[in-house]
């Protein structure tokens, strides 16, 4: 069964805020980390990834943090727009089995 | 850059018929090629995963059968549908070494009546 899980199904932010995104894994094996964007009809599209031997990661306006002490994972989308809006997967790679995991994922809503 | 192909978009079939989705990636070679299917509000489910040509790897067992005729194809077929095959199917790629992100299509989302 998928070790990688969400703390929360929705979030609601209003537009300009920043969002962030949870993810808890239990896998002490997973060595890989990835976020997608999912909207509606859509593939997920790749957001960022990070490696088990860095704590934070950056691109444009995105963050992703990882907390190997705690096995916690999070993205955080700053200046949210209502073109954010959709549902964020988390992913985790086995190592010793080398494939993905997916979390079911947090549907997002930006409010002008 | 690279592409990935899925078609068709949406396909409504028959209980019993046969089914065979084609998923192309353009502008990588020797990828790691898989097809996972989705159900409303979860997360995604591999179904087939392949490193080669002809190499199919099989996660959970099922209705379904993956064939990989050509280095950059991937199919995802069967011979007689059942009502329970109906969802969002999503074929993705991967570079071939370790730690790469893998690259979804946009789906075929099935219809069994």
């Known amino acids: 069964g998928e070790s990688v899980g969400l703390h929360l199904p929705t979030l609601s932010v209003q537009e300009g805020d920043n969002s962030i995104i949870n993810c808890a894994y239990s896998?002490?094996?997973?060595?890989?980390f990835i976020w997608y964007k999912q909207e509606s009809g859509k593939g997920p599209q790749f957001i960022i990834d990070i490696r088990s031997n860095m704590d934070k990661r950056q691109g444009q306006r995105v963050t992703v943090l990882l907390n190997k002490t705690v096995k916690h994972l999070s993205l955080q989308i700053a200046a949210t727009q209502p073109g954010d809006s959709a549902v964020y997967f988390c992913a985790e790679r086995d190592s010793t089995l080398g494939r993905l995991y997916f979390g079911r994922g947090t549907q997002l809503t930006v409010w002008p | 850059s690279q592409t990935i192909h899925q078609w068709p978009a949406t396909l409504v079939q028959p209980v019993g018929s046969p089914l065979s989705l084609e998923c192309t990636v353009e502008?990588?070679?020797?990828?790691?090629l898989y097809w996972y299917r989705q159900a409303a509000g979860r997360g995604l489910q591999l179904l087939f995963y392949s490193v080669g040509i002809g190499q199919i790897s099989s996660e959970v067992p099922q209705n379904l059968s993956a064939s990989r005729p050509q280095d950059r194809q991937f199919i995802l077929s069967s011979k007689k549908l059942l009502l329970s095959d109906s969802g969002f199917y999503l074929c993705?790629?991967?570079?071939?070494?370790?730690?790469?992100?893998?690259?979804f299509g946009d789906g075929t989302r099935l219809s069994i009546l």
């Open positions: 502008g990588t070679s020797n990828p790691n």
């Open positions: 896998n002490s094996a997973s060595d890989y």
């Open positions: 993705a790629w991967s570079a071939f070494s370790p730690n790469q992100p893998q690259h």
